[in-house]
């Protein structure tokens, strides 16, 4: 076979016009592309296998360029299917009891020396001081145990503008709450973690309320997750390519 025979083993030769291309073969993605705007992100990869040429049917596979665009893709009539997003270890986190989120920029906070945790740093998280690891999303981002219970978190914009911000550490072994979390946020970003023991007080009537014991830290077999907003990665646009 010679290169870039059936479209696959040569570099892209062309800029896609269109997202609906039912061609086989790998093409650039540019703010120009039709129907690219489906797809939230400027700049990007389209990997396209057609199996219906006459129907315009298609599989397509699309690629962002910049870090935290997601991964998506189609299969069907070009123009009519569905775009769906695919979750990854790069998008969602798994809580402290095991619970898959999607999720991203995300920071845990935990005592990396002590953590009883081997899955603290799993996959794509590193450390971001003695007290936390980030994920690719949130490199950059630090945070430091200021007393018992406090944790102060920066070099973000904040606590996610949308969704869930903060997950209280969960019991690996079901998932039980160990402690109850509150958040404050300044103009700068700046973000204050607080963790405290569950304190349940009973009414005259007989009923469970519960409330804010005692600060604690984040016990050695669980983690605290936050999650973030991060700045804009601006990425310079991919050189024009043309067929000579």
Known sequence: ????????????????????????????????????????????????????ASDYRICQLFFGQVPGDDLKFRSGKAGTAQILKIYHTGNTTRGSGGV???ASPIMRIACIATSDRRDLQEDTFLPAGEWGVVNS????????????GEYKITGSLGLAFEGWRTQDPCSPDGGRTLGVTSSEQSEDGTVIIR???QRWTLSEDGEMFPGLGAPMDVP??????????MPKVEMPPPPTITEE
């Open 195 to 197: 963790l405290f023991k």
């Open 137 to 148: 999303e949130a490199r950059g981002v630090t945070v430091e145990r200021i007393s018992v």
């Open 100 to 102: 898959l989120s999607a």
């Open 1 to 52: 076979m010679e290169v870039g025979a059936g479209g696959w083993l040569g570099t892209s030769s062309e800029n896609a016009t269109t997202i609906n291309d039912y061609k086989t073969g790998f093409k650039l993605i540019q703010p120009s592309t039709a129907g690219a705007s489906d797809l939230g992100y400027q700049y990007g990869g389209m990997l396209t296998l057609s199996y219906d």
């Open 220 to 229: 050695p077999n669980s983690w605290i997750d936050v999650r973030l907003e």
